[in-house]
C-alpha cells in the first residue's frame, strides 16, 4: 500500500516543477526564475536536445476548451482536438501545424493514431469514424478531403482503439452495448455485443495486445482473451497499462484508490495488492503510465497538482511516492500523456486551457 501522506509536500503556491534530478522533483518560483534555471543548466542538460527541443513545439490554445490528446507511438508529433471540432498537428521538430476540419468530424470525442503507421489518425466523431492520412512531408496547413476516410456508425463515437499492429479499429458508445469493429482497408465492419453492458465507456489494447479493456457504463469491466472474464467493481473512472501489458491500473467511482491486476501468462488473471490513495484529494480523474514502466502519474479530481509514482512490474509490483507536479499559477491540467519515444527517461505532457508544458522524468540526459 502506498499512500500520499508519504509524499513530500507539495510546491509552495507560484512554484512550479520543473524536471525530477536524483529521484527528486525539483520546483523553481515563478516563470522567470524557471527560464534563468534552464539556463544555468545548459552544461549538464544538453540545451541543444532539452530546451530547444522542448520549446519548439510549446503551443498556446487560446481560451479553447480542449477535447482530445494523443501522441503518436513511434513518431514526435501530437494531435490535438478542440472544441471546435477541429483538430490540430503539432511536430516536435517543425512549425507547421495542420489544421483538420471535415464537414462529418462533429462532436470529436477521441484521437487515435494508428501503430505501425506515421500517416492514419481515427477521429471518434458523432455518426462516423473519420481517418487522415496526414503524410509527415507534407507542409500544407489544411489538408484536402481526399486524405479523409469515413467510417459511417450509427449514433455518437467516443471511443476508438486500434490493435497494435493497425489491421483492425474498434469503436464504442455510451449509447450502444455492441462494439464495431472495422478492418479498416476494406471497411469491412462486424459488431461485438457486449452482454449486460448498458453502453461503453472506453476501450483499451493491452501494449502486448493479448487483451482489450471494455469499460462499460454499468459496474462492469471485462477482458477479453480468448473468452470474455468478468470482474464487478463499482463504476470505471479511468485505466491503464504497463508497457509490457501484465498489469492493469484502474480507478472506481467513489473511491480513492487505484486497484491492480496482474495477467498471468495464461488465460486467468490475479488481483494484486490495492493501492490506497486516502490523504489528499478524492477519486483518481486520470492516469498515464511511461513506456518505460517506471513512472507513473495520476490526476486526482479537483486537484490542480499531480501525483508522479515511482514504479516496478517485476518481479513483483511496486508503488513508491515520488512527489507532486505543479504547473504556473492558475493553470489546471485537463489532459496529460508521457511522450512514447522520449528515448531519454520519461516525458510527460500536460495541456491546461492555457497551454502546455513538459516535464522530464526519471531524466537520463545527464
Request: with cysteine; hydrophobic share 40%.
Amino acid at each position: 500500500m502506498c499512500s500520499l501522506a508519504l509524499f513530500p509536500p507539495p510546491p509552495p503556491r507560484g512554484h512550479v516543477t520543473l524536471c525530477e534530478r536524483n529521484n527528486e522533483l525539483i520546483a523553481v518560483d515563478g516563470a522567470l526564475n524557471l527560464y534563468r534555471w534552464l539556463i544555468s543548466m545548459r552544461t549538464s542538460f544538453h540545451p541543444h536536445y532539452l530546451v530547444r527541443r522542448f520549446t519548439s513545439c510549446m503551443l498556446i490554445v487560446h481560451n479553447s476548451p480542449l477535447r482530445a490528446f494523443a501522441w503518436h507511438p513511434h513518431t514526435a508529433k501530437l494531435a490535438l482536438a478542440l472544441l471546435d471540432d477541429s483538430i490540430r498537428i503539432f511536430y516536435v521538430k517543425s512549425r507547421t501545424v495542420p489544421v483538420l476540419r471535415h464537414r462529418c468530424q462533429r462532436g470529436v470525442a477521441d484521437l487515435a493514431w494508428r501503430p505501425m503507421a506515421a500517416a492514419g489518425l481515427a477521429v471518434a466523431c458523432r455518426g462516423a469514424v473519420v481517418i487522415w492520412q496526414v503524410e509527415p512531408s507534407s507542409l500544407s496547413t489544411r489538408p484536402s478531403s481526399c486524405c479523409v476516410q469515413v467510417l459511417n456508425q450509427p449514433g455518437p463515437v467516443t471511443s476508438l482503439a486500434w490493435n497494435p499492429h493497425g489491421e483492425m479499429l474498434i469503436a464504442a458508445s455510451p449509447a450502444s452495448s455492441s462494439l464495431k469493429v472495422w478492418e479498416v482497408a476494406t471497411e469491412r465492419c462486424i459488431t461485438l455485443p457486449v452482454h449486460g453492458a448498458g453502453g461503453i465507456a472506453n476501450l483499451s489494447w493491452s501494449p502486448d495486445g493479448a487483451h482489450l479493456l471494455v469499460a462499460t457504463l454499468s459496474p462492469v469491466i471485462r477482458s477479453d482473451r480468448r473468452q470474455w472474464k468478468t470482474e464487478r467493481p463499482p463504476t470505471y473512472l479511468c485505466a491503464c497499462w504497463s508497457p509490457d501489458g501484465s498489469i492493469l491500473l484502474f480507478a472506481v467511482q467513489g473511491e480513492h484508490v487505484i486497484y491492480s491486476l496482474r495477467f498471468t501468462t495464461g488465460a486467468g488473471m490475479q488481483q494484486s495488492a490495492q493501492n490506497k490513495l486516502s490523504i489528499v484529494g478524492g477519486e483518481v480523474q486520470m492516469m498515464t503510465w511511461d513506456s518505460t514502466g517506471e513512472r507513473l502519474a495520476v490526476l486526482l479530481r479537483g486537484e490542480n497538482n499531480i501525483a508522479i509514482f515511482k514504479t516496478r512490474t517485476h518481479p513483483l509490483f511496486e508503488l513508491l511516492p515520488c512527489g507532486f507536479v505543479q504547473g504556473e499559477e492558475g493553470t489546471v491540467p485537463q489532459l496529460m500523456s508521457f511522450f512514447p519515444t522520449f528515448g531519454k527517461g520519461a516525458l510527460l505532457t500536460v495541456v491546461s486551457l492555457q497551454s502546455a508544458y513538459y516535464l522530464a522524468l526519471k531524466n537520463d540526459l545527464s
